[in-house]
């Protein structure tokens, strides 16, 4: 979500377009502006200076003429119903009439440079799901998921022979850029997805349905990084997307996206997949009761949940919330009437540019548990 503004689904795509290329733009004559002010002396140690953003400006060109086309294909994503991200902290809209003049201003700044934010991720968010540079990414955290489906489809096929792959159904909420969906589908699973992400949708949507490998995009992803950058050549490293043609999948596949909150979109949906598989899609706050709690109602009784978390609390436990820990989290699946098969701890990467000299390192467990029969 985007969050702090009143910008709805249908109306993202094109004002993140406006944001971010005004906002990157302005933030590179800021730069210009300081180094301007040196001394004659000081600009003369850096020579370099002014071609690199020069360079910069480029990339970040290309990448406002990308966005302008990942936007225009935004029409093919659909909800059951308008999306639109929730206030925060009591703040009005940046339309609404009661704020007066100097604060709509302040107001509207200031939803430029959280849209522009969201758009920075997004172009990490392709680079990781939809590029050759996010493979070991990937491997570290979709591959140890699709090889848990495909062991529970085995398992399930004994039991049931007429059981073909096509019939077995498997949800990933939290599904980000949609590459682990894909990946699942790829191998002849009926899946869907679900997102509430509006950056990720968007990217997801350009991707999954409006490029190929055969006629990649490329992004500049990482220059938008300048501090914690080895070289000018790292941060301005083009990236080409998809890595892969993503209409590579059966004819006959039966491949969904949703968007929306997984909690309240899948509300009534109880035991209707034979699989949810999850990467990185919650935290340790208290919501996560309601979302073990709906992965337990969707569910079929001796359905198969692997997933790969949770996500930390980044804010070190200092925002209000419960903040558990993981070993209260695992109690909390056990007790929605789970039992776990398998489990151990897994290092994934958060970091969005591999080169960055800054990386964080996350130790995640990775779980695989079964709804238990009614006895």
Not at 153 to 176: H, M
Not at 318 to 323: D, F, L, P, W
Not at 326 to 340: A, H, K, N, Q, S
Request: hydrophobic share 40%; net charge negative.
């Amino acid at each position: 979500m985007v969050p702090d503004t009143g910008v709805t689904l249908r109306q993202f795509p094109h004002k993140a377009v406006e944001s971010y290329g005004e906002v990157e733009f302005a933030r590179l004559d800021r730069k210009l502006a300081m180094f301007h002010a040196l001394s004659s002396e000081d600009k003369q140690l850096l020579p370099e200076f002014e071609p690199r953003m020069s360079a910069i400006a480029e990339c970040i060109e290309v990448n406002v003429t990308l966005l302008s086309r990942i936007a225009d294909s935004a029409t093919s994503i659909s909800s059951s119903s308008d999306l639109s991200v929730p206030q925060e902290n009591g703040h009005p809209t940046p339309n609404s009439p009661s704020l007066p003049s100097e604060q709509t201003t302040d107001r509207a700044a200031e939803e430029k440079q959280l849209l522009s934010s969201e758009i920075r991720r997004g172009f990490t968010l392709l680079a990781r799901d939809w590029s050759a540079v996010g493979e070991q990414q990937r491997d570290a955290c979709y591959k140890p998921l699709v090889e848990a489906v495909d062991s529970a489809y085995k398992e399930a096929s004994q039991t049931n022979q007429s059981l073909s792959r096509d019939a077995f159904r498997v949800l990933v909420p939290g599904a980000g850029a949609g590459r682990l969906p894909w990946e699942l589908v790829r191998r002849g699973f009926a899946v869907e997805g679900c997102e509430s992400s509006f950056t990720a949708l968007l990217v997801g949507n350009y991707a999954l349905n409006s490029v190929s490998g055969e006629a990649a995009s490329t992004i500049y992803p990482f220059v938008h990084e300048q501090s914690n950058v080895a070289s000018q050549k790292a941060a301005t490293r083009p990236v080409s997307v998809p890595d892969v043609n993503p209409k590579d999948i059966p004819n006959v596949a039966d491949f969904a996206m949703r968007a929306g909150n997984f909690v309240h979109a899948y509300e009534g949906h109880d035991n209707a997949w034979d699989a949810v598989v999850s990467c990185l899609a919650f935290d340790l706050g208290d919501a996560v009761i309601e979302h073990v709690r709906r992965v337990s109602q969707v569910i079929k009784p001796g359905g198969m949940w692997a997933f790969i978390g949770p996500m930390p609390c980044f804010d070190g436990g200092q925002m209000e919330g419960i903040h558990l820990s993981v070993e209260e989290f695992l109690g909390i699946v056990r007790r929605c009437g789970f039992t776990m098969v398998k489990m151990e701890e897994v290092e994934v990467s958060h970091t969005a540019d591999a080169e960055s000299l800054r990386s964080i390192q996350l130790r995640c467990p990775f779980v695989v548990a079964v709804k238990e029969r009614p006895s």
